[in-house]
């Protein structure tokens, strides 16, 4: 049966056995994220497996010089189906963090435009209940920022241990039914694509709106997701995407990797 609208209502906190919250919706039968954890799901599907190899083919690629006065800006542009929580994009800040000490030159600015949709933003209290604030101290202030408008987030070199390095990101949270997503044409570099389960959720997985992400992505670009199901990698395969399969985490036997030539 497909839901065409959800009632946030529905929805309830949920604590998995290794500690880590998610939410769950009922009306779905699906939490957010793995109940074998939230937080290690995000990081091994999209972070692992998603942002990590987007940085990994930037090394040694972009630089032209180490010249003292000039500097150089380095950006990825990631495009987010399905913000929720925003835990994606937090361990997204966070590698990023890490990854300025050991993946990007000095001297050197790094420029993250990252787009997330969603249809159904959470409550405060839903969002202060779970725990994710101990994770960055961007959480809070990326919840209370409106939709539909880009903010920016500088963040200070005394959190990057590298001082040359300087990391700006450029946030927009649309609020958009996925399935009326516009595109942004050959422009994304990295998608994460995290809707609810094709099982649960089938309109979210049609070829329409798998055609339309391909689409958005650049030559070289990465859509990455937790899943690998059947008609998700024939679209993409539709789209001249060469699809990789990973094994999934925790009892998933499988998820997906689709780069664009
Ligand atoms: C698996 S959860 C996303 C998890 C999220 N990336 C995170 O890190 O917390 C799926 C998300 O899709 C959103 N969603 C469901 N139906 C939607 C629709 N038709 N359009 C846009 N978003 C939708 C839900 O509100 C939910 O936030």
Not at 140 to 157: C, E, G, M, S, Y
Not at 164 to 181: A, E, G, M, P, Q
Not at 215 to 231: E, M, P, Q, W
């Amino acid at each position: 049966m497909i839901i065409t609208h959800l009632h946030p209502q529905r929805r309830k906190i949920v604590t998995f056995d290794d500690g880590s919250k998610s939410l769950f919706w009922d009306e779905i039968g699906e939490s957010y994220h793995s109940s074998q954890g939230s937080i290690e799901e995000s990081k091994y599907v999209f972070i692992y497996n998603g942002l990590d190899t987007i940085l990994e083919k930037r090394v040694g690629t972009s630089i032209s010089d180490t010249d003292d006065t000039h500097v150089n800006t380095e950006t990825i542009n990631i495009l987010e189906y399905g913000f929720g929580t925003g835990l994606n994009l937090i361990l997204t800040l966070n590698r990023l963090i890490d990854a300025s000490q050991t993946l990007l030159y000095p001297k050197k600015t790094l420029e993250i435009n990252y787009e997330s949709m969603d249809l159904y933003p959470l409550t405060e209290k839903e969002y202060t209940s779970l725990d994710y604030e101990k994770l960055s101290p961007y959480y809070i202030p990326i919840h209370k920022a409106p939709w539909n408008k880009t903010f920016t987030l500088a963040i200070p070199n005394k959190l990057i241990l590298n001082n040359y390095s300087t990391i700006k990101v450029n946030i927009k949270k649309t609020l958009c039914d996925i399935r009326d997503f516009k595109g942004k044409l050959e422009s994304v570099d990295l998608i994460y694509f995290d809707a609810f389960s094709p099982s649960n959720q089938p309109e979210l997985w049609s070829p329409e709106i798998i055609y339309n992400a391909a689409d958005n992505l650049k030559h070289g670009g990465l859509f990455t997701t937790y899943s690998a199901r059947g008609i998700l990698k024939t679209s993409l395969r539709e789209k001249g995407l060469i699809v990789k399969r990973l094994k999934g985490f925790g009892k998933k036997h499988h998820m997906v990797n689709a780069y664009k030539n």
